[in-house]
């Protein structure tokens, strides 16, 4: 029997999300502060920014770019029903979520912009599930939907082209990983399992098995290739801003 989802029982499942994604990224904190430090410089300006955070999940990042930038709109993006059941109950307040497939004609119309542009689009641990054909596509869309002076601003697993230095990279993620106990979390195949058996969560993971699985995998793409990518996408400007073995954020800037 299902059972209503309150936004402290929400706030729980979030609390272990957090914990068991700590597994997958590198110096995770750091990283959304690197992101948020970022969007802070470059909507200074702006009264009341809009943002836009591509895979936001349960809402992670999105809620930690609301607190630090209360005056901007916030916007979480993702397919996933039990993800943004569980933002809507426990960050509704501070994001508003929207429900589209990034990539998927028309997605950009999901986010009920009211013709207004971003001045930011962020992404954390997401893009990576696009193929390369897509996400340039994405990347061009995010460009056109920017202001001048806008960015995107990544962070995820982006890798170095040479392999031997790849290699080390992961070798300096695996060892903060292990400093900071974070292998001791609870695993993602674990998350699902007990999600699963969860009866306040028991419509969401209905709708979520109704729409099949989602995108998987990873698109194997370099951090030089994104770079690539990005300039052909029509950005003025796009580089990493920090790293921590693979885990980087990588930022790309609109022409004034």
């Not at 013709?115 to 990576?128: E, F």
């Not at 990544?154 to 080390?168: I, K, S």
């Amino acid at each position: 029997m299902s059972r209503p989802l309150t936004a402290e029982r929400a706030g729980e499942w979030i609390r272990r999300w957090e914990l068991q994604q700590e597994r997958y990224a590198c110096d995770r904190e750091a990283r959304f502060t690197v992101i948020a430090d970022v969007v802070e410089a470059a909507t200074a300006a702006v009264p009341r920014p809009l943002i836009a955070d591509l895979g936001c999940g349960p809402g992670s990042l999105a809620a930690r770019l609301a607190e630090r930038l209360p005056h901007a709109e916030v916007v979480g993006v993702d397919t996933d029903p039990l993800l943004l059941a569980l933002g809507r109950a426990h960050h509704g307040t501070a994001v508003r979520f929207a429900d589209a497939t990034i990539g998927a004609p028309g997605w950009l119309a999901c986010l009920e912009l009211r013709g207004r542009p971003l001045d930011a689009v962020v992404s954390a641990t997401a893009l990576h599930y696009l193929p390369e054909p897509a996400l340039l596509s994405v990347y061009e869309q995010v460009r056109d939907r920017l202001r001048g002076g806008g960015v995107l601003v990544n962070g995820d697993h982006l890798f170095q082209e040479d392999p031997a230095v790849a290699a080390l990279a992961r070798v300096v993620g695996s060892r903060h990983a292990e400093r900071h106990g974070a292998d001791a979390h609870e695993d993602w195949t674990g998350w699902w399992a007990a999600a699963a058996s969860a009866p306040e969560l028991a419509g969401p993971l209905a709708e979520r098995a109704r729409r099949g699985p989602g995108a998987g995998g990873d698109n194997g793409l370099t951090l030089q290739r994104h770079v690539e990518l990005l300039h052909k996408a029509g950005f003025a400007a796009a580089g990493p801003v920090w790293q921590y073995g693979p885990s980087c954020v990588l930022v790309a800037v609109r022409e004034p």
